[in-house]
Nanobody, 124 residues
Framework: QVQLVESGGGLAQPGGSLRLSCAAS????????MGWFRQVPGKQREFVAR????????YYSNSVKGRFTISRDNAKNTLSLQMNSLKPEDTALYYC?????????????????WGQGTQVPVSA
């Protein structure tokens, strides 16, 4: 069974930084592209970032480009999201997910399993 467990969430100030982690198990991690999404109450889950199987290619939404960095460690089966220059609008529940194929897809339909999410409140 595929399992994804996010961690590292917590209160952050505007302009601050936070690093999220995702521990993966139940599948061959290195064979899947991975993604980060976020969601706020009453809104659709939103794409944040994606990374290829080897980590050689990364993709970001326009809202986080230049501020967030996605990375992975295939030896440890972990996915990370470094968030810098945080803004109040970054406040959300953050999820990691495994991509269904290597074909680039920013929609939730392109992903299979999801973690439980980790909360990131950004407030002064």
């Amino acid at each position: 069974q595929v399992q994804l467990v996010e961690s590292g969430g917590g209160l952050a100030q505007p302009g601050g930084s936070l690093r999220l982690s995702c521990a993966a198990s139940g599948f061959t991690f290195r064979r899947n592209s991975m993604g980060w999404f976020r969601q706020v109450p009453g809104k659709q889950r939103e794409f944040v970032a994606r990374i290829s199987r080897t980590g050689n290619n990364t993709y970001y939404s326009n809202s986080v480009k230049g501020r967030f960095t996605i990375s992975r460690d295939n030896a440890k089966n972990t996915l990370s999201l470094q968030m810098n220059s945080l803004k109040p609008e970054d406040t959300a529940l953050y999820y990691c997910a495994n991509a269904k194929t290597s074909i680039l897809d920013y929609a939730i339909r392109g992903y299979d399993a999801w973690g439980q999410g980790t909360q990131v409140p950004v407030s002064a």
